[in-house]
């Protein structure tokens, strides 16, 4: 259960406020006036350190209670700017489009492939094949893993498959992401950035109905995550 001791405002509302901002377009100072027109007055600055401190920690819950993955993947990668520098975020789904993992790196290059997808498997287990762009990073990733994999004197081999067609399924996902980004007006750190990146990502997984509980509202399940 995540903790809101020394919290000055009640956890609904800070679970609420926190929802609200990372499953619409809204931005902070929208969200410090729809709070106020009910009767809670709370500065944007405070939001912001809500959703810094206790997104990570919802999207973490939520990977743990997802539905379990399939075992064909499609993985790509999106720019986002963080302090005016375009910074990559890696994201992964399955063939049905679930959400299955997400990391924001400074770098695009191989090592930063190899540790998203070492992040991936350790939170979904190894798939059959993982679908790819041209990209050689990427496909570098994937064979060092192999090679990890193969180590340890796992019997499977990941198989790459190069196709834009069948990776237009997470070029497409990416687009709820890059809207909800969009009306932030960017990131002033990389701290700042991946915390909200993995609370938009949590959102995101609510609205795809990954959990099992998928007839509550949106934020029932939210609020169940920080549980």
Known sequence: M???KGAQFPKDVILHAMFFYLRYSVSYRDLEEILEDRGVTVDHATLNRWVIKYAPLIALKAQ??????GRSWRMDETYVRVRGKW??????VDK???TLDFMLSERRNGPAAT???AKALATNGIPEKIVIDKSGANGFGIRSINKILGRFGCPMTIKIIRSKYLNNMIEQDHRFIKRRVRSMGGFKSFFSASATLEGIEAAN????RQFE??????FQ???QLAE
């Open 205 to 208: 997984m609510i609205r795809k």
């Open 87 to 92: 910074l990559y975020l890696y994201r992964a």
């Open 2 to 4: 995540l903790s809101f």
């Open 213 to 218: 509980n998928a007839e509550m509202t949106g």
């Open 115 to 117: 540790k998203f997808f």
């Open 96 to 98: 049905f489009g679930n």
């Open 64 to 69: 743990q209670r997802k539905k379990p993955a």
């Open 221 to 223: 399940q939210f609020s």
